[in-house]
């Protein structure tokens, strides 16, 4: 259910603005809006503390303390431990890249070996002539000097040092290399030096872990900060009042008004119902069990308009009947529900989601449901109960799996149009909505003869009345008129328009049993190439010490595409065809009271 909200407009003395602010977040009933939101600023500063801390908190995150006793947790405010974090994270980079060139560096020097520059040098100042060469082996006579030495040799190409009191001459088959600027020994002094510089700075990370939760209070204390001073710029200020806009629950009203009474804080208040005009944020109320749904809601993005239909436990509900189908198979289901059953209670008191638990127990839960009633356990076909001889593998089988899906989708559409016609006014359109309800049972019948070669739960003799019926009351009430010509011109285009979705979006629950069933072979697959490796023996018994591995493997990744099938499938079959019906647009803001962020 979407709470109703009330349009709160605040007045009070610009010299009392933070008080008031504050009483507000402390209430954490009030949705606060802009009122000029032109003249919303967040100082540079802040922002600029909140992206350093919040690259803090990721880099510390990422550090495991090694356990030495040498950790000593490291003193200072939270923004100087901010500060060094960043510090040290930012030496250790440019230190690793630094010996990136120094092991380049090396990989040159390497083939020439211990040169000995200095000497190298001296000799130069003597006046004797000394240079290096790269070329074939074979055409080393092609150096013209008093002394040539092969240095290095590889694949026939060497390198050669020649030294001459006179010029040096060579063909051009041979490259003069310069000089190495670095001993071998000192390029590797340097490489070790790096390495300990970074052990230093990767020990100081360790130690600033330990005040990793500071960083996380000082980060929280950040936010605050923000969302008060957005609030704040965001009133408009005339002299000596400021005026503050914001929409607030309506059971909620009173308790607002009382906490202001005994904050003995005098402001003017006036709260309106939404206007036409207005856009209300959405603040969902629901059961214990139907606000599982919010996690799936928050990573997808979601929130209904204030004036849409609250469809959270009938999405809730689908999407348990969706995942049963999809995941097909009650080893999936029950090898994930148990263990978060088991672990609930010590997972939510770690912190944990308990509605992301509980949603993760409805969607296995009805996995392992179905697997039950259709023998599918780990792709294979196994009766836990002697009476129920269901084979989904079988032509029989296919049927009533198959008429299942177009059946649950021929009931989820109909559903969408009658929340649609309870949203209208009571007209002659509403005779048009039926219609439809009408000719999307008749598609249904349709698709189940063409499909099934059969009626499923409807007689598929009557499709055809309900075709005539159903086109009828469309083409006269889909806009009503005392023109007749008007009103089927209208009706004949919403068929147009609306006739090859209502079959194609019928269709398309074929999906549920569709991947379901690639599910089933996928696990057989992997079952097959265990079956295929040889037992071992150990201490006597045969034990399938090998094809354990690819059964967990397999049977792993398998209920991983199980979750990405019900993300792609489940949640489209309620995303698109049944809100496409309902004309549900999910554009609404999510309730977003101001208060502090903990």
């Known amino acids: 259910m979407i709470s109703k909200m009330k349009k709160l407009l605040l007045a009070a003395r610009t010299a009392e603005r933070e008080k008031v602010l504050e009483i507000l977040r402390l209430a954490e009933i009030v949705h606060i809006e802009a009122a000029v939101p032109e003249k919303v600023q967040i100082p540079g500063s802040l922002n ?54 120094l092991n380049r560096q090396l990989e ?68 003069e290399m310069p000089l190495p600027e670095k001993e071998i020994s000192d390029i590797n002094e340097e490489i070790q030096a790096c390495n300990r510089l970074i052990a230093d700075h990767q020990h100081t990370l360790e130690c600033l872990v330990l005040r990793r939760e500071d960083i996380e209070k000082h980060y929280l204390r950040l936010l605050n900060r923000r969302r008060f001073a957005e609030v704040e710029s965001g009133v ?42 207005d856009s209300p944020p959405t603040k969902l109320d629901n059961s214990p069990l139907f606000e599982s749904i919010a996690p799936l809601y928050d990573f997808m993005g979601l929130t209904p308009s204030y004036n849409e239909p609250d469809t959270s436990g009938l999405f809730l509900s689908t999407l348990t009947i969706f995942a049963a189908f999809l995941i097909a198979d009650a080893g999936y289901g029950f090898i994930v529900l148990l263990p978060l059953a088991l672990a609930y209670r010590p997972l939510v008191r770690r912190g944990a989601d308990p509605n992301f638990l509980k949603l993760g127990m409805l969607l296995f839960g009805g996995g392992a449901v179905y697997g039950l009633l259709t023998n599918a356990w780990f792709g294979e076909t196994f009766r836990l109960f002697e009476a129920n001889t269901f084979d989904a593998e079988s032509r029989a089988g296919s049927s009533l799996l198959q008429g299942l899906c177009f059946f649950i989708g021929v009931m989820h559409l109909t559903l969408a149009h009658f929340m649609k016609i309870r949203r209208r006014t009571l007209d002659l359109t509403i005779l048009g909505e039926a219609g439809w309800i009408l000719f999307i049972w008749a598609m249904y019948g349709l698709i189940c003869q063409l499909i099934l070669g059969t009626g499923f739960v409807m007689p598929a003799e009557w499709s055809i009345p309900l075709f005539k019926v159903s086109l009828t009351l469309i083409l006269l009430f889909t806009a009503p008129s005392f023109n007749i010509f008007k009103s089927v011109f209208a ?7 609306n006739a090859s979705a209502a079959f194609s979006d019928i269709l398309s629950y074929i999906r549920l049993w569709a991947v379901g069933l690639a599910g089933g072979k996928v696990a057989q697959a992997f079952n097959n190439i265990g079956a295929m490796l040889p037992p071992v023996s150990l201490f006597g018994l045969s034990v399938p010490l090998l094809k354990l591995p690819i059964w967990i493997m397999g049977h792993g990744i398998n209920i991983i595409l199980c979750i990405i099938g019900i993300l792609a499938h489940g949640v489209r079959l309620n995303l698109l065809e049944f809100s496409n019906h309902l004309e549900l647009d999910w554009a609404g803001r999510k309730y977003d009271p101001f208060k502090e962020i903990k």
């Open 108 to 175: 040159e020097v390497t083939p020439w070996g211990r040169l000995g520059l200095e000497d190298l040098g001296w000799l130069k100042g003597e006046g004797l002539q000394i240079s290096f060469f790269k070329g074939l082996v074979s055409e080393a006579d092609a150096i013209v000097a008093e002394s040539v030495s092969l240095v290095h040799e590889l694949d026939g190409t060497g390198l050669f040092a020649a030294a001459s009191r006179s010029s040096i001459k060579v063909s051009e088959q041979f490259v």
């Open 236 to 277: 408009h200020s005339e002299e000596e009042i400021f005026v503050l806009t914001g929409w607030c629950p309506e059971r909620n009203v009173a308790d607002l008004q009382k906490t202001f009474e005994e904050a003995e804080m005098q402001v003017g208040m006036s709260f309106e119902d939404a206007g036409e005009q």
């Open 48 to 101: 600029e503390a909140l992206e350093n801390c919040f690259k803090a908190m990721n880099l510390l995150s990422q550090i495991v303390p090694s356990g030495s006793q040498n950790l000593l947790a490291t003193p200072g405010t939270p923004t100087r431990l901010v500060e060094e974090t960043l510090a040290n994270d930012r030496a250790i980079h440019e230190l690793k890249e630094k010996i990136v060139g």
């Open 491 to 497: 009706g004949l285009l919403s068929i147009l328009q």
